[in-house]
């Protein structure tokens, strides 16, 4: 029954890929009458990549598939809560990535940190709260959020000011209401201005920009900051390419690891499928744009990222700081340092990076 469902999906891929909307419209409609995603916790899989692709053959497909799905939503905050609390590849990453930060803050009194795609401030939040327990020798941080949502930038803004008040250390908040390859001269000026050591730190945001961006133009530009360190969270695969039909494999090969472990973590239905939807909408952008300008979920491969730092003048963090120790209280997750990254993954597979690099010249 799997390989028929499988078989059903990649064929209505090949049909779309060739131009023929009307034949792939029957294999999908033929798939998704074989689906209950009620009784089989892998049909959710293969009914949200059908929901993905079906927004290439018309609206009134997509549509209909979309309220079916509507009864697994979560509230948004809910959903963003459970993902960083109950996924190891969420959640540990943000730590290990605030772990590698606290040690490169390590033994000074005033840094600056700047923060890409910031959002609420959730995980930088987590950032001085592990510095405290660290006994951080910080009295001085200054914080600059690169992020689009002026409201979001006036929430990360009160939950860090509040608690650094708390800690008893001087932090300053300058927001940037502006995803990164936007950022002007003068936004780089002020980027340059700010005290050291500086250090560049962006979670799950990099893969976000748009079509006919030069991401190695950008890391040069970031070069120039001359910040101390760079420390990136990204997943570990290959969206970012214009074959569907690639983009289709790389994300099912993907997204299935982390499926099965969603399905082996023992979460109750309500949570496992609402983070199951999390991720559909990820393959609506991946698979379901039909106008490539439109795609801004352009993961790419760790080995990919780790060429643009080198290229651009930086080269991986010294392996002394990516051991951390860490660990998930799963025995099929694992947690492994490589030369520059630590890697988090299920069973053999490496499903996000924590990528450190330094500047070229310090070392």
């Known amino acids: ?116 795609g910031l959002g609420t401030g959730r995980q930088e939040v987590a950032l001085l709260r592990r510095l405290a327990e660290r006994g951080t020798t910080l009295r001085r941080l200054t914080v600059v959020g690169v992020e689009p949502d002026p409201r979001s930038l006036r929430q990360a803004e009160t939950s860090l000011m509040a608690l650094a008040g708390e800690m008893g250390m001087a932090l300053r908040f300058l927001g940037i209401p502006k995803v990164l390859e936007a950022l002007d001269e003068e936004d780089w000026a002020l980027l340059r201005d700010t005290p050291g050591p500086r250090l560049v730190h962006a979670a799950f945001a990099m893969h976000h920009m748009a079509a ?37 494999h790389n994300a099912w090969h993907h997204f299935s690891h982390h499926f099965e472990l969603v399905d082996a973590l023992g979460l109750p239905e309500r949570e496992r499928n609402g983070i199951k939807l999390f991720f559909g909408r990820e393959f609506e952008d991946i698979l379901g744009a039909v106008d490539d300008s439109q795609r801004y979920e352009r993961h790419e491969r760790v080995e990919t990222w780790g060429h643009r730092l080198r290229t651009a003048g930086f080269r991986p963090a010294p392996a002394s700081l990516l051991e951390g120790g860490w660990s998930f209280p799963h025995p099929a997750v694992h947690i492994r340092a490589e030369p520059g990254y630590v890697g988090v993954g299920y069973k053999e597979e490496t499903l996000v990076t924590v990528l450190c690099a330094t500047p070229e010249a310090s070392c």
Do not use: W
């Open 1 to 116: 029954m799997r390989a028929e469902k499988y078989a059903l999906l990649t064929r209505a891929l090949e049909e779309l890929r060739t131009g023929q909307s009307a034949a792939a419209r029957c294999s999908l409609g033929a798939l998704t009458r074989r689906l209950d995603v009620d009784a089989v916790p892998e049909d959710m899989q293969y009914f949200l990549f059908a929901a993905a692709l079906a927004r290439r053959v018309g609206v009134g497909e997509a549509r209909q598939m979309n309220l079916y799905l509507r009864r697994f939503e979560l509230p948004q905050i809910s959903l963003f809560n459970l993902v960083a609390e109950r996924l190891p590849m969420v959640g540990m990453a943000g730590r290990i990535a605030n772990d590698l930060l606290c040690g490169l803050l390590e033994g000074h009194e005033d840094a600056t940190l700047i923060d890409v």
């Open 212 to 248: 006919g961006v030069d991401r190695q133009e950008i890391f040069h530009r970031l070069r120039t900051v001359e910040p101390a360190a760079v420390v990136l969270v990204e997943p570990n695969s290959d969206h970012a390419t214009d074959s569907l039909s690639e983009r289709f």
